[in-house]
Nanobody, 125 residues
Framework: QVHLVESGGGSVQSGGSLRLSCAVS????????MSWFRQAPGQERKMVAR???????NYADSVKGRFAISLDKDKTTLYLLMNSLKPEDTAMYYC???????????????????WGKGALVTISS
């Protein structure tokens, strides 16, 4: 059974940094994609960053250059380092994971099948 548990949320002032962690257990896919999503009050849940099993990463335009996603080599902890935080980064942050496949030498993420319960990040101005 796959479990994802976020930690590291909290309150910081604008311009500060936080690192979110997601403890991953029971996830054994060789071809996979893992992501961080966030959902602000009254808004849709949106992808913030994604890392695939081929090592590639993708970021939402709003966080490029400020956030960095990483995964430890054992695939047991997913991280999101957040720098230069802004009040608009305030949201519940969720980690998620899913399987992927390689088609014609191209990695395709099959979507997020597993989700954590979220960690609240609050940025004050």
């Amino acid at each position: 059974q796959v479990h994802l548990v976020e930690s590291g949320g909290g309150s910081v002032q604008s311009g500060g940094s936080l690192r979110l962690s997601c403890a991953v257990s029971g996830f054994t896919y060789i071809d996979y994609c893992m992501s961080w999503f966030r959902q602000a009050p009254g808004q849709e849940r949106k992808m913030v960053a994604r890392i695939d099993s081929d090592g590639s990463t993708n970021y939402a335009d709003s966080v490029k250059g400020r956030f960095a996603i990483s995964l430890d080599k054992d695939k047991t902890t997913l991280y999101l380092l957040m720098n230069s935080l802004k009040p608009e980064d305030t949201a519940m942050y969720y980690c998620a994971a899913g399987s992927g496949e390689v088609v014609a030498s191209t990695f395709l993420c099959g979507g997020m099948d597993y989700w954590g319960k979220g960690a609240l990040v609050t940025i004050s101005s």
